[in-house]
């Protein structure tokens, strides 16, 4: 079965950073738009951050200048880097891997974010 193994979530006081992680199979990864999603308690599900199999990015207007996400074909890994972070950062943070093409939207566990003031 599809897996997309996440790590990096923790507890961080605001202005802090972490950084997470997410792997997954070659054979996905390299066909798969990769993205961070969030879910704060009582909200919807939110778009973080994408990239595409070329390198091309979209963030949520709340962590521009904040995030970034990265991928790294060697290690079949994307990574979130989140810096400068806030209270209201605090979620459930799901890795996401996705093709139009196939199709098809493979979901991680899910990694705790929990920033406090």
């Known amino acids: 079965q599809v897996q997309l193994l996440e790590s990096g979530g923790g507890l961080v006081q605001a202005g802090g950073s972490l950084r997470l992680s997410c792997a997954t199979s070659?054979?996905?990864?390299?066909?798969?738009?990769m993205g961070w999603y969030r879910q704060a308690p009582g909200k919807q599900r939110e778009l973080v951050a994408s990239i595409s199999t070329g390198g091309s990015t979209n963030y949520a207007d709340s962590v521009k200048g904040r995030f970034t996400i990265s991928r790294d074909n060697a290690k079949t890994t994307v990574y979130l880097q989140m810096n400068n972070l806030k209270p209201e950062d605090t979620a459930v943070y799901y890795c996401?891997?996705?093709?139009?093409?196939?199709?098809?939207?493979?979901w991680g566990q899910g990694t705790q974010v929990t920033v406090s003031s």
């Open positions: 996401n891997s996705r093709s139009q093409i196939a199709p098809y939207n493979y």
């Open positions: 070659r054979s996905i990864f390299i066909r798969s738009t």
